[in-house]
C-alpha cells in the first residue's frame, strides 16, 4: 500500500507539478540502489521494483535526496538506521529531554494552549522532527535497507504515528481560525471586551494643573535622561539607561522611571554580585533629569541579566503558565525599583480576544513575586494594561459593535483611533486621579482629518471613557502649531489633551533639531486655526485664553471666566482694524491710560453700538505683557450681558452670517477696512498685533 506522501505525490504529478526533488523516480542510478536493497533483504524481501519510487529510495531526491532542490531534506541517515538497542534507546531518549529541557530552559515559553510562542516552539522542536523520524521510520520498514528487513506491519503503525503530530498542528491551525472576528458571534464579543462609558468633558475632565502636566514626550526624556547619566563617570563605563522609559505618577507628578543596565557581557561578570546600583528618574513637569542612586537595595533582576536573574526568565518560569504581556519598570511611593507584569487571557478562540486577567509584581532587587487579580492591584501600580492592548480592544469595538459584516460593507457607526507619526499607533499619556490614561482620538473608518471625539483608558483599572467632541485630528493640530513657528523649524511632538477654560485643547511642546524643548504650543481642537505659542507654559496657557476671548469663544471655568476683570468706564477712543480677516474693535477708556481694550467681531457684535463717550460697562480678559487686553464680555448696568439694542440678554452666541461690521457706521468713521479715530478723541493705535500671535 503506498503511504500518504506518496499519494500527495503521485497526485502533484498528475498535476503536471515538477515533484522530482521531493522524491520519487529520478534516475537509473535510483534503480539499482532500490534492487540493492531488495536483494539484501533476502527471502524475506519480494524484491519488487516498486521500492524505487519510494520516498527517500533513489538517495538522491526528496527526503533523501542528495541532487535535489535545495529545499529538500537529507535524512539517508535516518533510513540507514537499525533497530535501536534498549540501552541506546535509553540513552538517546535522556539526551533529548535533556536538550528540550535546555531549550525550555532558554526560550521559556509559556505551557499554555493560547500562547502562540508555545505553538511555534512546539511545532519546530517537538512536532517537526517527531513527524520527520517516524515517517522515516515507516519507509524504512516498507523498503527494508541493510540493517532493517522490510516488515508491513511496523512501516503502518509508523505511518499511523507520523499522523499524530499532524493532527496536534492543524489544532492549532483550527482554534486560530475559530479565533477569527467572521465565525458568527465573535464580532459581538470583540466589541464587548472593552465597555466604554460616555462621558462630558467639562463634567468629568478637571481644568489643568500646570504642576501636573507633562510638557515633554519620551524622546526628550530619554534624550534628559541619558545626558544625566554621562555626568556620573563611575556608572558611564560599566551601566548604560534602558530605553524602557515608563511613564508614572510618583508621587502625585508625572515622570517616567528607567533601570539601568549592564553595558555589556564582561561589564556584567564583573558587577553581577552588587547589582545594579541606580534607575534614572525624570520629572515630565520640570524637565529635571537624576539617578537615583539604590543604596543597599540594588537591582539584581533586569532585563540586561543573561542568566538565571534575567526578569523574564526568572518570572516565566516561576509562572510556567502563565502568558505574560509587555512588561513595565516602575517604583513605589518610597522610590523601590519594581517589574508589572501584566498576565494576557485569550478569551476568544486560542489566540483572540487578548486581554488581562492577573498581574504578577516582582520585586526588582530580591525577585520576590506577587500574584493578583487586577482588581486588587495597589493604588501606585500604573501600568496594568499595555497601551497598546487597550488601543486595540477600543478598536475592535468599534469596528464590531455593529456586526462583523457593518465592518466592512454598510460601516454604519464605524470608528477607529487616529493613526500616529511616521507608521506608529498615535496615542499619549495623562494623569487623572492619581493614575496614568492613555488618550487617542476617534475618527471615522474613512481616516480622515477630523475627529468625532476621543477616548481615554485607564492604564490600571481599564476603565474607559469616550468623549464626543469634533475637531482636528493629532496631526493636523501638529501641523498647525508648526506652521506657527515655521521660521524656527520647530518640530511638535505629539499632543495631549488638556481642560483650558472648559475647552478640550491640545497642549504640545515644539523643539528644535536637536530634539530640546524650545516652545509650547495649544491649540483650540474644535477650532484648530487658535493656536497660542509661549516660551513657557503660563504664558502660553495666558495667551490662549486671551485668543479664546478675542475670538469670542465662551471661555469659563468653574467660577466664572478664567482671569476676567470687571471694568466701567466712558470711551475716550475707539479705532477699527481689521486683522487676518477679523474685525477688531480698540478701544481706551477715561480713567485707564496705558489699556487698550480689544472687541472682537463677531463675538462682541454689541461694540458697533457704542460712541465715544458712551459709558460702557464690560469684562475682559489680562494679557500679561502686553498693554492690549482683549475684551470678554459687554455688561448692562445690571451685570448682566447685554446686546447692541441695550437690551439685556444670556449670552453672546456667535454667529457665522452677522453683519459685517466694516459696513456700518463707527463713531462717525467711513466704510473703511481701517476707520479714522473719533472725533474728539486721540489718536489709537492703527492695528496692534493680536494676542496669542495671531
Not at 498542528?169 to 481560525?177: D, F, H, M, Q
Not at 489699556?595 to 457704542?610: E, T
Request: charged share 20%; net charge negative.
Amino acid at each position: 500500500m503506498a503511504s500518504g506522501l506518496d499519494q500527495l505525490l503521485e497526485a502533484l504529478r498528475a498535476s503536471g507539478m515538477n515533484t522530482e526533488g521531493f522524491g520519487g523516480p529520478t534516475a537509473s542510478a535510483g534503480d539499482s540502489a532500490g534492487s540493492a536493497r531488495a536483494g539484501s533483504a533476502g527471502s524475506g524481501s519480494t524484491g519488487d521494483s516498486s521500492s524505487k519510487g519510494s520516498a527517500g529510495g533513489s538517495g538522491k531526491g526528496g527526503f533523501g535526496g542528495g541532487r535535489g532542490p535545495a529545499m529538500g531534506f537529507n535524512l539517508d541517515f535516518l533510513d540507514k538506521m537499525g533497530p535501536l538497542s534498549k540501552k541506546t534507546a535509553i540513552i538517546g531518549t535522556i539526551v533529548v529531554l535533556l536538550v528540550l529541557a535546555a531549550c525550555y530552559w532558554w526560550f521559556h515559553p509559556p505551557i499554555n494552549i493560547h500562547s502562540l510562542d508555545t505553538w511555534m516552539f512546539v511545532a519546530i522542536v517537538i512536532l517537526l522532527p517527531t513527524f520527520l523520524y517516524f515517517a522515516s521510520r515507516s519507509r524504512v520498514y516498507k523498503t527494508g535497507n541493510g540493517k532493517t528487513v522490510r516488515n508491513a506491519g511496523k512501516s503502518k503503525r509508523f505511518r499511523v504515528l507520523s499522523f499524530i503530530p499532524v493532527a496536534v498542528a492543524a489544532v492549532g491551525v483550527i482554534g486560530g481560525l475559530l479565533s477569527f472576528a467572521i465565525i458568527p458571534g465573535n464580532a459581538e464579543r470583540y466589541s464587548n471586551i472593552l465597555q466604554t462609558d460616555n462621558m462630558e468633558f467639562a463634567q468629568d475632565i478637571k481644568e489643568v494643573n500646570y504642576s501636573e502636566i507633562p510638557v515633554i514626550d519620551r524622546n526628550s526624556a530619554i534624550l534628559l535622561g541619558n545626558r544625566e547619566m554621562g555626568s556620573i563617570p563611575e556608572y558611564v563605563s560599566q551601566f548604560e539607561v534602558s530605553p524602557l522609559y515608563s511613564q508614572i505618577n510618583y508621587q502625585g507628578t508625572p515622570v517616567r522611571v528607567s533601570p539601568l543596565g549592564y553595558a555589556d557581557l564582561f561589564k556584567w561578570f564583573t558587577n553581577r554580585e552588587a547589582g545594579i546600583p541606580a534607575y534614572a528618574l525624570v520629572n515630565m513637569t520640570t524637565q529635571d533629569a537624576e539617578i537615583v542612586r539604590l543604596g543597599d537595595s540594588p537591582i539584581h533582576y533586569s532585563e540586561s541579566e543573561p542568566l538565571v536573574r534575567n526578569i523574564d526568565r526568572h518570572v516565566q518560569l516561576s509562572y510556567p503558565f502563565y502568558i505574560f504581556g509587555e512588561k513595565s519598570f516602575e517604583i513605589d511611593e518610597d522610590g523601590h525599583p519594581w517589574w508589572i507584569c501584566p498576565v494576557l487571557d485569550y478569551t476568544i478562540g486560542l489566540f483572540g480576544g487578548e486581554t488581562v486577567s492577573r498581574v504578577v509584581l516582582c520585586d526588582a532587587t530580591t525577585g520576590e513575586c506577587q500574584d493578583l487579580a487586577v482588581e486588587d492591584c495597589p493604588q501606585w501600580v500604573d501600568r496594568v494594561f499595555p497601551a497598546e492592548l487597550l488601543i486595540k480592544q477600543y478598536n475592535w469595538y468599534g469596528a464590531y459593535h455593529n456586526g462583523w459584516l457593518n465592518s466592512f460593507l454598510g460601516q454604519e457607526g464605524v470608528v477607529r483611533t487616529t493613526p500616529g507619526t511616521d507608521g506608529t499607533l498615535g496615542y499619549n499619556y495623562i494623569a487623572k486621579d492619581d493614575d496614568v490614561w492613555v488618550y487617542t482620538g476617534v475618527t471615522s473608518a474613512t481616516a480622515d482629518n477630523s475627529i468625532v471625539g476621543f477616548v481615554l483608558v485607564n492604564q490600571r483599572t481599564q476603565e474607559s471613557h469616550f468623549y464626543s467632541v469634533a475637531g482636528a485630528t493629532e496631526d493636523s493640530a501638529m501641523q498647525s502649531a508648526e506652521g506657527q513657528v515655521q521660521n524656527l523649524r520647530y518640530t511638535a511632538t505629539f499632543p495631549l489633551l488638556i481642560n483650558v477654560s472648559n475647552q478640550p485643547t491640545y497642549f504640545m511642546a515644539l523643539k528644535d533639531g536637536a530634539g530640546l524643548v524650545k516652545k509650547f504650543a495649544m491649540i483650540d481642537i474644535q477650532r484648530y486655526q487658535n493656536v497660542a505659542v509661549g516660551d513657557t507654559v503660563a504664558d502660553t496657557q495666558k495667551a490662549y485664553e486671551a485668543l479664546l476671548a478675542t475670538n469670542g469663544v465662551v471661555a469659563e471655568g468653574a467660577d466664572g471666566a478664567t482671569d476676567v476683570v470687571t471694568v466701567t468706564g466712558t470711551i475716550r477712543s475707539m479705532n477699527q482694524a481689521v486683522i487676518e480677516g477679523n474685525t477688531h474693535f480698540y478701544v481706551t477708556l477715561e480713567d485707564k491710560d496705558g489699556n487698550i481694550f480689544d472687541f472682537a467681531l463677531p463675538g462682541l457684535l454689541d461694540i458697533v453700538g457704542y460712541k465715544v463717550g458712551d459709558t460702557i460697562n464690560f469684562t475682559y480678559v489680562e494679557a500679561g505683557g502686553s498693554n492690549v487686553s482683549p475684551a470678554y464680555s459687554i455688561l448692562g448696568d445690571d451685570g448682566q450681558t447685554e446686546n447692541a439694542s441695550g437690551e439685556p440678554e444670556e449670552d453672546v452666541v456667535p454667529t457665522d452670517d452677522a453683519a459685517d461690521p466694516t459696513t456700518q457706521d463707527v463713531a462717525a468713521g467711513e466704510d473703511t477696512q481701517e476707520a479714522p479715530a473719533t472725533e474728539g478723541a486721540p489718536d489709537g493705535p492703527a492695528a496692534p498685533e493680536a494676542p496669542g500671535g495671531q
